[in-house]
Structure formats: C-alpha cells, structure tokens
C-alpha cells in the first residue's frame, strides 16, 4: 500500500504559508532539510533536494528534530493493547458470485464460505458483513433458512449443530452490498475512504470519466462488499464470478478460468486463487480496458490501461519483468502467484495496494512516455514497492496492524533495493536520505515503537513509522549482518512463513538462526522501542601522543526512547587522499570518547562512514575537512552532507567546492550546487550553458535554462527555443518558455500557441503560469477549458495561475464569473481532495489580495464561500487545512 495525499496536502499547505528552512551552521545535521520548500511523491512521502517528480519528496524538516521528552506518568490501568485477532474459525474458501446495480450503486452478492471450528467446538459463527441486506442464510445445496442475528456489522449465523475441529462446513449467504448507503463513512490520510467498494461515474454522465467499478480492501473494508473474516492474520483460496456487462473487462485474483456469455448481453468471468491470501487482499476492477500483455517464466504478467494509454503500458508500468527477475533471485524465493496485473482506477482512494497477483494504481501512474521523461522513478518505485509485497505482506503477512512494518517496512525497502541495482548506489542512497528525513520530520513532535500495539486507530498505522523507519531499520540490519546473510535470512524466512502470518519476534529468530547470533539488542531498540539517536561528533587531536579522538554524545530523549543506542560503527580514518583505514567502533554510553593512532592529524575523520544510521546528528568537522569530505569520501551521503555543511560558508574554498559539484557524477548535487553557486562568476556561468543543453537529467537542464533566463541575456534565447521542442521533457519545456518570456515576451506567447493542444498537465501548468503573467482575455477559454481536467499536484499550480490571471484581467464580471466556477469544483465532493483543495485556496488567495486592496464587501463575501465550502466538505483532512484558511 502507497499513500501520497496527506503529505502532498502538508506540502502544499506548507508552502501556503511561505514556511522556509533555517539557515545552515558550521556543522552539518543529518537528515539535512531541502533548499526550498519540499515537493511530494505520488505515494505520500515528501521529496527531498531537486529531483524532478510526483513522488513523494521528502519532508521539509528544522536542522535537528528531536522527539520533544515527556513526563513520566504511572497509571492504574494497563496501556492500550491491540492484540492479533483470536480464530474462533478458520476460514478455508470463499466463493463469490456477485454482479452490480449501477444506477444504485449496489453489489447482488451470494458468498460461499467453508469452515471449520478453529481448536473448540462450537454451534455458531460470526462473520464481518457491513451493511448489507441480508437475503438468505443457508447451508450450501439446502433451502432451509439458518437463524442469524445481524447488526449491521457482524452476522452471527446459528448452525443448528455443534461442530468440532475436524468437521467442514459451508454456508451461503445471499445480500445485497450498499457500499455508499452509510450515515457516515471512515478513512484515513493513507486510505481517504471505507467503502470497500466504488462506482466511478456510474450513470456515465461525465463524458471524460470512465465507469469503473473497483475494490480496497486494507485494512478492512472488503466486508462492505463480501461476508468474511475481516483481519490479517485470516487467509483462504478464493473463487469470482463476476457478471457484468460484455463490453467491460475483469481484473480480480489468481487466474481467469473461464468467460462465459449471457443471454441478457452480460458476461460472467470466473476467476479462481487456489492460493490461500487474508481477505483484504481480495479484489475487483471493473472498465473499458485495454490489456497489454507479457510474461516471465510462463507466468502472465497484464497491464490494464485506459484505452488511449495503450502505447505507453509499458512505460506505465516500468521493467515490471526484470523486477519479478531480480526480487526472485534477490530473495532465493521465485515469485510465487500464478500472474501479475496491474490496473489503474480513476478516483482510487489511496495511492496502491498490492492485491495478490492484481496490483490497483491510482490514476498518477497513467502518463506518456514523454511526461514520464520527468518523473519514471516515481512509476518504478511503486511498481517494485507493490511487487515486494507479494513476498513480504501477501505470501508472509502481517498478524495484527501493530505488525504492520512487516508487510510496509519490507515494501518500502524494495524501493530501495531496485534503485541499488538498477541506477547504482548513489540513487539508492539518494532515495534513502529521503525515507529518513520523512520519518525524522514525522517524529519530532514524539514518536511511538515500530511494532506498535498501543495505537488509537489501525489506521494510524500507516505512518512514516510502519514505511519510512521500517525500511531504514531494515537496511541497518543488511549493514550490520552483511549482504549474505541478509539475503540468505530473508529467503529462510519466506520459506519458513509461506503462506501464514508473522510477527516481529519470528523475523529476529531466522536472522539469529543464520547469523548465530543473539539480535534482541538490535530488535528492542529499533522494532520495540520509540525514537531514534540524537549524536553530537566532536574530534580532538594529540599532537604529542600522536592520537586522534572521536566523542559522541547521545541527546535523545522522549518517553519510550532508549537513553542509550547500542551503535555498532564503521570510523574510516583519512591520512590523505586515498589513503584511508577503517576501524570499528561500538558506542555503548550516553557520552563515549574512542581514541585512534594516527602519524599526522587525519584529514577527515569519517564517523558513521557506511552511512546507514538512522540518526539525527551534528557533526563537528572544520570547512577544510567538510570539501576534503566532498573531494575524497565515497558516497553520495558524504558528498550531500558536505555540500550542506557548506552552504553558508563563504569562502573561497567553498565556493570551489561549489564549483566542483556542478561537475559532479549524480544529478541531485549538480542541481544543489547550481541552486547555491554565484552564476555571475565568469568561471561558473558556461558550465552552466553546457548543462542547459547537455545535462543528460532533464531536472538539471530545466534548472540551469531557468538560471540563464534570469540572467536576461539574449544570446541564451536559441537554447530556449530549443527546449520547446517536441521531443523536450515537460519541465524543459517549461523552463524554457519562462526563460524566454522574461527575454521576448511576444515570442513566448507566440510559442505557446503550439502547445495549447497537449493534453499534459504539465504543459497545461505552464501555460497557466505565462498567461497569468500576461494576463488576456483571449486566454480564457484555455482556462476554462482546462479547468475541468487538471488534477493532483498540477491542480495546486493550475489553480492557483487561474485566480492571478482572473485578477489580472481586472474584469469584476469575469473575476465573479472564476469565483463561480472556483467555488462548484470545491462543492463538488465526486472530484478529487487535490482539486478541492486547490479551488479553495485560490479563493482564499483572492480572498488575501481584496484585503490588501482594502475591499471589505469582498473579503466578507469570500470568507462566507470559504466558510460555506467547510461545511459542505467530508473530508476531515481538507477540513483542518480549511480552517488555517481563516487566519488572516
């Protein structure tokens, strides 16, 4: 499961408020906070640093978070405990047969379940089955009704007979399924909704929407459309038999046995998983498809796209068989499901979710080969992060919520190691800078243990806790043990839990049985305990002794948090250039100080040089050690670090620093240091021409374009045209026209004439942002054409040029006109939460300029639409940010 909302709404509320990062110091903190204000991934996680993409980039975070210390308390009641479901019964088939009322939004179901009493005999079962019409319980093959209670939640189904633990039975339950007939619903920042089951434009009014139905599960929601055992730690083989109208496809579990065609024009396809998997994996997906296909080792590998994205499947769904490939001989254990699919939905309510063998994307991951020039990692990392999970959450799953790492932690993880053996290292560190920054900004205001049985709501388990930490802690245990014996670990593991479900305590026993080790130390500090390191690193030298020192302080604190990490460290000792020893360490105290013989004073003392610790740290090293940390260490978490610590440095040793990484080998410090480096340096300024045209990274090329054009030079305009090409990213598109509006207004607005067609959101954001710089009525339509289609991260640009172009045309008429339209999108609770928010906020904006003009009668007149679109909104995330709208 990949969620972005919450954390793009964060973002973007977080730039709102022109929030900006402190300045930097002589020493570095890691995790480091980005340049400028964060942007965010398609799957929650804020980005870090300048790279182009949806995803989520990395939160924005202070210098040092800590986790703030709280008072002891002793209680006279036990703390909250969540434990595993307790199996009364043992769910060992479900057979569906279900087909749909559109106009009503209604599933007829009929469910047949086979069980068994789990240990004790029992005459009853109680099954999970959310507001249903309950038509008729039966034993499977019988007529005779079974006498039932039901609350709306649960179904309690008397046998008529006791039944032991050796006895089969099979009930068949017939109702009606009424997901969007609720007095209220529930959600979540991670899954924004409950219904378990969607109609997407059922009466097919929107002509530019298709009609989907589709299903989500986690946590437990599929017994809103289904009778079941609603947890984690349950698991059956599965059949489908779903009837819908012939021109629609399927996409459900296991394989398609059968496609059988009715006399009433419907179709009924049966799909059957002869696999058992828990019940919140179970899924549908509904639509006018088209299905691209492939396959590794004979097993069937789909790709479901909307028609129009037919060409780019492939690119949609990214190296998906050369990821089963390295996952299956990464882990020593072969993909172990009969196919792979994967679809996207409209309107899906999270960002994926890893149905066993049928993957559900929402509608971020459907792009052209040439928006995705911008942004493929963000596809590639969801894809891997969704495939993992049928090892790790769907072959092996997690108990209970409290253990949801163990399906989250591992799938986030994959993310990182597909980026290792893809793209090399420095991306994958790259990558995991960011994960921990996510985590270290969620935790600042008091954090809670990985494995977390003291939650308020299972939801709340879908944090940077259970993602972020989970797979950080993961790759500190791939340092401390080795390569080897991870992997190897991992593999036994799988093997030994295939197809059951796990807790915490039985991934520490595997890795103790191949390491032969004792590894409680490691699993109570990281799984079992709150927090994270706090380290001050200072360094002393002896000259007369000859001996070189290193002291750590540890200044964590927070109730839960461990006042003293057991830290096993690697120290790489630098004499010079290439000349460099490696000794090891291991911390044990709140303060420890570790001496070292050394001919000279080191160069660089490297603590931590592995770089795997999660930490927050300030690191006590002089300018001259940071740019020998720059020029000579190895990886990209060095060169960062350095950067950063330099950032407020002015020398001239820094800025040849500076200078240095412009050339450097990945593209993330190449766009931090053309953010930070003096571009009227004449020494400076035809490195960056050449990035501007060369750059094999299109964020770097956009960056430098966009650096040329501020210079207000002319002779740069034939770059610009040359990034209006047709075969030019979407973000040097972008930059270029902005360039070469500051330089040739006219020629800028000439130019986009030719764009105006490309459907992009990309294209469509920037056009937005030119014309509202050169206001027009002419450019209205574009506006009001496009007003309608844009959607997620675009809306917030998109929106937000719409109400400065409407203000600049200066027309009350059409201003009152905008505020109209502005104000349908945000009632309109069948759009998306981003286009809401969007809406809003640009009414708020214009709310902001009448009051600096000093119109009272229409700030008033905003804040009632405001106040109004508050009470008419159900989602409660979008109603806290709304209510920061009131402060003026």
Known sequence: MRSFFAAALLAAFTIYLSCTPKAGTSTTSTPTQPDEPAAWDTMGKPLMGDEDSEEPAEYSILDEAEVTPGAAQFSDTLPPYNPSHTFEHDLIHTKIEISFDWPKKRANGRATLTMRPWFYATDKVTLDAKNFDIKSVTYDGKTEQLKYDYNNEQLTVYLGKTYTRNDEFRIAIAYTAKPDERESFGGSAAITSDKGLYFINADGADKDKPMQIWTQG???????????????????????????????????NGVLVSSKKNADGTRTDYWKMDQPHAPYLFMMAIGEYAIVKDKWRNIPVEYYVEPKFEPHARDIYPHTTEMLEFFSNKLGYAYPWPKFSQVVVRDYVSGAMENTTAVIFGEFMQKTKRELLDDHLTNEKVVAHEMFHHWFGDLVTTESWAN????????????????????????????????QQGYIFSAAGGGHPLIHFGYGNREDMFDAHSYNKGGAILHMLRNQVGDDAFFTALGRY????????????????????????????????????????????TYGWDDAAKKASVTITQNQEGEGVPHVYDLPLAVDIYEGPGKVRRENIRVTKRSQSFTFDAPAKPA???????KALLCVKSDDHTPEEFAFMYRNAPLFRDRQEALEALRSEKSDLAKQVLKEALNDKFYSIRQMALNRVDETDPAVLPVIVKMAENDFDPGVRSMAIKILGDTGDKQYIPIFQKGLTADQ??????????????????????????????????????????????????????????????DYMAAFSFFDNYQKFLFGLGDPAILDGGVDK?????????????????????????????????DAAKVEALGAIIREIKEKETDPTLKLYYDMFDTP
């Open 729 to 790: 990213p979407y973000s040097v598109v972008g930059s270029s026209l902005d360039a070469l509006a500051k330089l040739d207004p006219q020629a800028a607005i000439a130019a986009s004439k030719s764009l105006e067609t490309d459907d992009s959101d990309a294209i469509s954001t920037t056009l937005a942002e030119l014309f509202a710089q050169y206001p027009d009525r002419a450019n209205l339509p574009f506006f009001e054409k496009k007003l309608d289609k844009v």
């Open 822 to 854: 502005l104000k349908a999108v945000s009632f309109n609770m069948e759009t998306s939460e981003f286009r809401r928010f969007a809406a809003t906020k640009a009414i708020s904006d214009m709310r902001t300029s009448f009051r600096e003009k000093g």
């Open 494 to 537: 799988l093997k030994k839990n295939e197809y059951t479900d796990v807790e915490a305590h039985e991934l520490r026993l595997v890795f103790e049985d191949v390491t032969g080790q004792d590894l409680n130390w490691f699993f109570n500090q990281w799984f079992f305990s709150a927090g994270h390191p706090s380290l001050d690193i």
């Open 404 to 435: 949801l790492t163990l399906n989250e932690g591992f799938a986030n993880y994959s993310e990182y190691l597909w980026l290792e053996h893809k793209y090399g290292r420095d991306q994958a560190d790259f990558h995991e800078m960011q994960e």
């Open 218 to 252: 986690e946590t437990e929601s599929n017994s809103f459309w289904f009778p079941t055992v609603d947890k984690p730690n349950e698991r059956c083989t599965q059949e489908m038999y779903i009837t819908v109208e012939d021109k629609f496809k399927t996409l459900s």
């Open 604 to 610: 660089l003392i490297n603590v931590d040089a592995d």
